[in-house]
């Protein structure tokens, strides 16, 4: 398997993705779990998910189709389409898994998968994070961090924007 086949074999369906977790907790693995639409990878993203795998053995992420960042961001989002958005992901070192969902939050996918640690940015309160009924009621953690500041997709997007 070259590289790039290994990375691609990272991106898996929701099935897929459910039966791997499995095995993973079955063998010991702590699962973390977070979310986004990463749309332009920037640096705070890859801090954050960095931060996000320390707190498992295991990262899975969760990404918005681009139907899904349509809906939340508007017509001329995402940027960058959903399947290099997922290659760029899963070529992260700490990313073990980069599974696609397609509704506005990730909660059947979390439902579906059950894992050890939700993960969103501390701009959220443990409790309003979707998802955090699941994993709380498995004995699981819900953890935030802080986000990277000055570092922010809109940010990108605007800089370019006026650059024109």
């Not at 079955?26 to 993203?45: M, P, Q, W, Y």
């Not at 809906?71 to 700490?94: C, H, M, T, W, Y």
């Not at 506005?104 to 955090?132: H, N, R």
């Amino acid at each position: 398997m070259n590289e790039l086949q290994r990375i691609e074999a990272k991106i898996m369906s929701r099935d897929q993705a459910k039966v791997l977790v499995e095995q993973w907790m079955l063998s010991g693995e702590k699962i973390a779990f977070t979310n986004g639409c990463f749309d332009i990878v920037h640096r705070g993203h890859v801090e954050y998910l960095s931060k996000a795998k320390d707190l498992g053995t295991k990262l899975v992420l969760g990404l918005n189709t681009d139907a899904s960042v349509r809906r939340l961001k508007g017509d001329n989002r995402p940027i960058v389409d959903e399947q290099s958005r997922a290659i760029l992901l899963a070529a992260l070192q700490f990313i073990d898994m980069v599974v696609f969902f397609d509704e506005d939050t990730p909660y059947e996918l979390i439902k579906a998968l059950q894992p050890d640690i939700l993960v969103k940015g501390s701009d959220y309160k443990a409790e309003d994070i979707v998802g955090y009924d699941v994993v709380t009621a498995k004995g699981g953690k819900v953890e935030t961090i802080d986000f990277v500041e000055g570092f922010s997709t809109t940010t990108i997007v605007e800089k370019i924007k006026t650059a024109m």
